[in-house]
């Protein structure tokens, strides 16, 4: 990253949104709301906000579960609950910390559910060897959390984004396979036993990418006859991504598998791009629904791959199936159970609770977080290895790509201590203090640079803001008497250019900071993040 270019020379204008409501959706944090369209019971996209990539949901009972791609941010894979499929409150993450065999790349959890057993089948790549693998993990609840069974398809050189159907009282598995191989990817599936924990018999192929459509992302449905084989095809991630979302179908699960005529059937508007990679679930009335990922065209990379709702639907003399509301995502349309959608705005964390809330993530491959909480106050601290020259950094996922965080920060020690946006550990850049100087810095290729700086009074707590205007656009302000801000930049009037922050698969994270020795703690005694989209 270059010394940050002239974006604008105009002060950032603060927003303050009307607050209409308060949802209380973990005993720490305050949602600050806003309902949805209170004359019709309709809803918008994105369902689940923020980086949530390749989503996977299903239904037991009244309940709806969710899970989706963590990549490298540790807790792995956030479980979100829901009991009308739009609005949607996180609880907790399917494992606290990672499996023994697993090392990197948390991607594609599967939700299964079978003779009262929760399933997760999910990716990462194993220690020994970095290929990636297909594990599968069961649980009797859950918000508990689930217990790894190990690995379950190895299968040549990568083995991703698994998915589990049932037929004719028999497990399959489905998978993408020679993904990093020099021949046409396939979708492949293979028996599994009856208790879900070990494949069986030889793998077989379903569908063959002789076009070199890049196809992966499976799911199935059968209806009326026919399996039809669900599947993402392009290029995932990233600015140049051109995920759309086709379908084949077949008289028998093993094939031959013919693709539709029409495809893609679920491709990109003005609004939405890069749809796919989700799975269907029915509801109690019979119809089907779509969870899945696309990026906002506006804020793109800068929050990521969204977690998106459509409705599916089957056209009665061809029996093809099509989405209700177009062949591209829905910016608004009828709730599936006729509840209404609450919108917030706000998040914010006092730190009231004995542990840390949900949605709070870290990159687990370069620190390990160190906590303490009591009533009112958050102290942090963190074991990082030798290659990390970032810190410790607490993250949340941003829903939007203009909001504006703020947090206090309590104590004084040599530590550096603050807000941070992280995009991993070596493109990061935040405002903290240290000693009684207040510094804004960046860390780039490896090396750690200091933008300003300016002396404050010692012993007194220290607040610090940060603005993100239009997703690359960063001010960074402190403050230590009320309603005074004081502006601390590269040069004046400058705001900071954030456009290589971001990972290729995942948003860069705004939140919570600390470099330095782990007994020199960064005490915090609120943090708050507001919205403006």
């Not at 009991?83 to 993450?93: E, H, I, M, P």
């Not at 939700?111 to 220690?127: E, G, Q």
């Not at 040549?156 to 589990?164: A, K």
């Not at 933008?451 to 940060?466: D, H, L, N, R, Y």
Request: charged residues 20%; positive net charge.
């Amino acid at each position: 990253m270059n010394i940050p270019a002239v974006i604008s020379r105009s002060l950032f204008i603060l927003f303050t949104p009307l607050l209409i409501g308060i949802h209380l959706v973990y005993p720490a944090i305050k949602l600050a709301n806003k309902t949805g369209d209170t004359t019709r019971n309709t809803y918008a996209n994105p369902v689940v906000p923020g980086d949530f990539p390749d989503p996977s949901v299903i239904r037991v009972g009244s309940t709806y579960y969710a899970s989706g791609t963590s990549s490298e941010f540790g807790p792995h894979f956030p479980l979100f609950v829901s009991k009308d499929l739009v609005n949607w409150t996180q609880k907790g993450y399917i494992f606290k910390t990672k499996p023994l065999w697993a090392i990197s790349s948390f991607w594609a959890p599967e939700l299964f559910y079978h003779n009262k057993i929760y399933y997760v089948y999910y990716v990462a790549k194993r220690a020994s060897d970095k290929v990636a693998c297909i594990g599968v993990a069961t649980s009797t609840d859950p918000e508990k959390g689930f217990t790894d069974r190990g690995v379950i398809i190895d299968y040549g050189t990568e083995s991703i984004d698994p998915f589990v159907f049932e037929d004719k009282g028999k497990l399959y598995i489905i998978w993408k396979a020679y993904g990093l191989d020099k021949r046409p990817i396939e979708l492949l599936a293979s028996e599994i036993s009856a208790d879900g924990l070990h494949a069986v018999g030889d793998p077989f192929t379903l569908l063959r990418d002789d076009k070199h459509t890049l196809m992966e992302g499976a799911s199935m449905l059968k209806k009326d006859g026919y399996y039809y084989l669900f599947y993402s095809a392009g290029g995932c991630c990233g600015v140049r991504c051109s995920y759309n979302v086709r379908v084949a179908r077949a008289t028998a699960f093993e094939g031959p598998y013919t693709n539709f005529e029409g495809n893609p059937i679920l491709t990109a508007n003005d609004k939405w791009k890069c749809p796919g990679h989700g799975t269907f679930v029915e509801t109690p009335t019979g119809k089907y629904y779509f969870l899945y990922h696309a990026y906002n065209v506006a804020d793109n990379i800068y929050t990521g791959r969204q977690g998106m709702l459509d409705e599916l639907a089957w056209d009665a003399a061809t029996k093809w199936p099509y989405f209700k509301n177009g062949n591209s995502s829905s910016i608004k349309a009828e709730s599936p159970l006729k509840a209404k959608q609450i919108l917030h705005n706000e998040v914010t964390d006092n730190f009231t609770q004995p542990v840390l809330a949900d949605f709070w993530q870290w990159d687990y491959r370069h620190s390990k977080p160190i906590t303490k909480l009591k009533k009112g106050e958050l102290c942090l601290a963190g074991e990082v290895d030798t290659v990390n020259h970032t810190g410790t950094a607490l993250t949340v996922r941003p829903e939007s790509g203009t909001y504006e965080m703020r947090t206090e920060v309590l104590n004084t020690n040599p530590a550096l201590k603050g807000l941070v946006l992280y995009g991993d550990v070596n493109h990061a850049i935040g405002i903290g203090v240290t000693g009684n100087t207040v510094q804004l810095w960046e860390v780039t290729n490896k090396e750690r640079k200091i933008w300003g700086s300016a002396e404050i009074k010692t012993g007194k707590p220290v607040q610090f803001k940060m603005t993100v205007k239009d997703r690359t656009n960063f001010k960074f302000y402190w403050s230590q008497a009320a309603n005074t801000w004081n502006e601390l930049n590269q040069a004046a009037s400058q705001s900071y250019d954030g456009r290589s922050l971001p990972a290729w698969d995942r948003s860069a994270r705004p939140g919570l900071h600390h470099y330095g020795k782990t007994d020199e703690q960064a005490c915090f005694s609120w943090f708050k993040i507001t919205y403006v989209k």
